[in-house]
């Protein structure tokens, strides 16, 4: 079975500095990762994936991720933080074998300070 | 002009009712899911549909009964609540499969807010 792994319950960061936040996945054949943001009282919004091809991924609002195979790994990046980006960010994976269903993780709350 | 549209937003009522959370998505996807989200933030699939067919079931008891008159609508029914079914429950779409793969994004709703007292 798919599993999701983020190590980090909170990341703190101030405005205009390097944003990382850490994804970690399990799955038994190709992965299909996602990254989604959610705001406080809202729903989740789709910010980049990775299906296959290069293994940096842009997405919205300037974020992207890199997909490293050998060591499982999908992190999400922005060079320059802002405080709206300020949000929770759920990392996920598609797991083809089981009815295409998408299991996420368990969430890194990202708080940036001006 | 909403993609994905949940009723309703906020839902407060005592153990023992039954209660539904209705979603609507105008995006012309063929699939579509309902995800409970705890109070930790944690996000479970609970079911998905494609065309109108079950195709993910999760380990959800049986009081929990989603319906689909069509690919458009994906409706949520619970039976005798209970205190640890207060969650935010969210509806989702995404395209179709393609060749058996869905590879698509999903498109959430704002969010159903329940609360059993």
């Known amino acids: 079975a798919q599993s999701v792994a983020q190590p980090e319950d909170q990341v703190n960061v101030a405005e205009g500095n390097p944003l990382t936040v850490k994804c970690t996945y399990s799955?038994?054949?190709?992965?299909?990762l996602f990254w989604y943001v959610q705001y406080p009282n809202r729903g989740l919004q789709f910010l980049l994936k990775y299906i296959t091809g290069d293994n940096l991924v842009k997405g919205s609002y300037g974020f992207e991720a890199e997909f490293n195979k050998s060591q499982t790994s999908f992190h999400l990046k922005k060079p320059s933080a802002l405080v709206s980006d300020s949000a929770l960010y759920f990392c996920a994976v598609r797991d083809i074998g089981a009815g295409n269903k998408l299991t996420f993780g368990g969430g890194t709350r990202v708080l940036v300070k001006p | 002009d909403t993609a994905v549209s949940q009723t309703p937003k906020y839902l407060v009522t005592q153990m023992g009712n039954d209660k539904s959370i209705k979603c609507e998505q105008n995006?012309?996807?063929?699939?579509m899911y309902w995800y409970k989200q705890d109070s930790k933030k944690f996000l479970k699939i609970m079911f998905s549909?494609?065309?109108?067919?079950?195709?993910i079931n999760e380990t959800v008891p049986n009081r929990f009964s989603p319906k689909s008159p069509d690919k458009a609508h994906l409706n949520l029914h619970i039976n005798s609540l209970e205190l640890g079914d207060s969650a935010v429950y969210f509806c989702a779409s995404s395209p179709g499969l393609a060749g058996g793969v869905n590879t698509g994004e999903l498109f959430f709703g704002e969010g159903s807010r329940l609360t059993v007292l």
């Open positions: 995006l012309g996807h063929d699939t």
């Open positions: 549909y494609n065309n109108k067919e079950l195709i």
């Open positions: 799955v038994s054949g190709n992965p299909y």
